[in-house]
């Protein structure tokens, strides 16, 4: 069976209500629907270390939690927006996996190529699309494989105080692309488990 795991990057602890895990938790269901089985984690709730390897130490939280996301086939990667950019939070979970650009298998092939990604961003003011940009650039270049329209986000009015989490429910516009990023990202990440890429040596 197809596995994904979400990574929720917003800067609230457990059991604060998150609009970036709220979103998590409606793509996980979307990729439900398609004979995906999901879980998530809340980036912050453990001790992810700075630094740009896989083990930074005792008491690094980042090694148990790389084995989920090496264990799983779809990484998803959710965020809220601050002044315009990422969580802080998800630029630690990028930097982490930078390590993974230099390691790779039996074949020369970068550690996480074969695996798919997707990306929600929620935020009350602009910028989900550079933040989608931004992530997706990093995480191409670590190997993961993005599927067409692997994204959903929702952004307030401008100057608006709503966040996602305070909506009554979910703009059809944004439950469509919910719905698509998980389509396409389901069947990205079948056809990658059964038709890996070419050896690199």
Not at 61 to 89: C, K, N, Q, Y
């Amino acid at each position: 069976m197809t596995t994904a795991l979400a990574i929720t990057c917003t800067l609230k602890p457990s059991p604060a209500e998150s609009s970036s895990d709220l979103i998590a938790r409606h793509i996980l269901d979307a990729l439900a629907d398609q004979g995906v089985a999901g879980d998530t984690i809340r980036a912050v709730d453990h001790d992810i270390r700075p630094g740009v390897e896989r083990d930074m130490g005792d008491g690094d939280a980042w090694p148990a939690l790389f084995e989920r996301i090496a264990a799983a086939d779809i990484l998803v990667i959710t965020t809220p927006t601050w002044l315009g950019h990422m969580s802080s939070v998800a630029q630690r979970v990028l930097e982490r996996l930078d390590a993974e650009i230099s390691e790779t298998d039996d074949a020369g092939r970068p550690a996480m190529l074969g695996k798919v990604a997707m990306c929600g961003v929620v935020g009350n003011e602009d910028g989900a699309h550079k933040i989608i940009a931004d992530i997706f650039g990093a995480l191409n270049d670590i190997g993961f494989t993005i599927p067409g329209q692997g994204n959903t986000y929702w952004n307030d009015e401008a100057m608006g105080g709503r966040d996602y989490k305070d909506l009554d429910s979910v703009p059809d516009p944004v439950d469509s692309a919910t719905h698509a990023a998980a389509r396409n990202a389901a069947h990205l990440g079948r056809l990658l488990s059964q038709n890996s890429f070419p050896p690199y040596e």
